[in-house]
């Protein structure tokens, strides 16, 4: 079994068990809009800590969640509010507080587990690696070594950890990645059952979606950036969810003269950007309008109002990002 050792050191493990032992009930949180990763994580973790005997809630702000992790256990039970006063929260795979749509929680405890660069830092104990391929690579090296991983918990941590990578391709994977990814599979972890989910269960609203977005995808800054822009009516002919657009981005950036793809989604409530990099950061600009990611994978949401000349806007941040004149 490898040892998370090098992951997560003996000063963090004591103190999140010293500081988790003085509660009963436990609140694991993710960020509105999740991410595969996020879902994976919190999963893994509630399943450990309600097997060791704690009360444990997994919540979510956001109405649509991504179907395929429906296979993770614990998945339908996830709620859209917290129903324990006293618990302590976990915030899984969030940079920052306001992330994760919550009313008031400057009175609460709080433990931050986060991949994210740029994480503020806001929790009273924060087990934060950006180096990290994955936040769950963060939770099963706190948990393996105090409590031990199974079937569940591995399982929830793989399909966080095949998401988070995009399957082993990103940047960040490397050979500690790999070693992670055999400890999980050797605690019970099926590793076809979690890429046949994550990978083989696309809706047909997602495909429809896709060839739209693929006939509407236009080239731009001398070919360097693909941009894809839908609309509410894009989505309601296609029959399409927000769930349903994972992957656009990458599609657009996967053409052999592209360093960027962005997919732009108008609706009626907001308007959605995903962006994704071969190697250039875009995070810096998703931190320019509130939204949070990685260096090659980021993404934000505006108001409405806030939505005129977006386009033009974008472009203009690419064009600086690509010269490195962004600050």
């Known amino acids: ?26 609140t694991v949180v993710s960020c509105i809009n999740p991410d595969l990763g996020a ?24 109405g649509n969640l991504p179907r395929c992790m429906d296979f993770v256990v614990g998945f339908d039970k996830i709620g859209k509010r917290i129903s324990y006063s006293d618990s302590l929260l976990i915030s899984c795979n969030c940079r920052s507080p306001e992330r994760l749509g919550l009313d008031d929680i400057s009175m609460r405890t709080l433990v931050n587990i986060d991949h ?10 924060n087990i934060v690696a950006p180096e990290a391929a994955s936040s769950s690579v963060l939770a099963a090296a706190l948990l393996q070594a105090l409590y031990g991983l199974d079937r569940e918990s591995s399982t929830a941590f793989y399909a966080a950890l095949l998401a988070d990578t995009k399957s082993f391709t990103t940047s960040s994977v490397g050979r500690e990645t790999f070693l992670v990814a055999a400890g999980l599979i050797e605690e ?20 429809r ?13 001398e070919g360097r950036v693909a941009l894809v822009v839908l ?11 927000y769930s349903d657009l994972e992957g656009i981005a990458d599609t657009a950036c996967s053409l052999a003269s592209v360093e960027i793809g962005l ?10 950007i995903s962006m994704r990099s071969k190697g250039v950061d875009i995070s810096v600009v998703s931190e320019k309008y509130g939204g949070g990611g990685h260096r090659v994978a980021a993404g934000f949401a505006l108001a409405p109002d806030e939505c005129r000349d977006i386009e ?16």
């Open 209 to 221: 979606i896709l060839g739209r977005a693929l006939e509407y995808l236009r080239l731009r800054l």
């Open 231 to 241: 609309d509410e009516k894009d989505m309601q002919e296609c029959g399409a969810e």
């Open 116 to 125: 994210h660069p740029g994480n503020t830092m806001f929790a009273h104990l």
């Open 312 to 327: 033009k806007r974008l472009l203009s941040d690419m064009e600086r990002v690509l010269k490195k004149e962004f600050e």
């Open 263 to 272: 997919a732009l989604v108008r609706r009626k409530n907001e308007c959605r």
């Open 1 to 26: 079994m490898f040892e998370y050792d090098s992951i997560v050191g003996e000063k963090e493990r004591k103190s999140f068990a010293q500081l988790i032992s003085g509660y009963r009930r436990i």
């Open 39 to 62: 879902i994976g994580t919190s999963l893994g973790i509630a399943h450990i800590l309600a097997r060791e005997g704690w009360k444990v809630e997994v919540v979510n702000l956001s």
């Open 188 to 207: 019970g972890c099926d590793p076809y059952l979690v890429a046949r989910n994550l990978t083989k269960r696309r809706s047909l609203a997602s495909m």
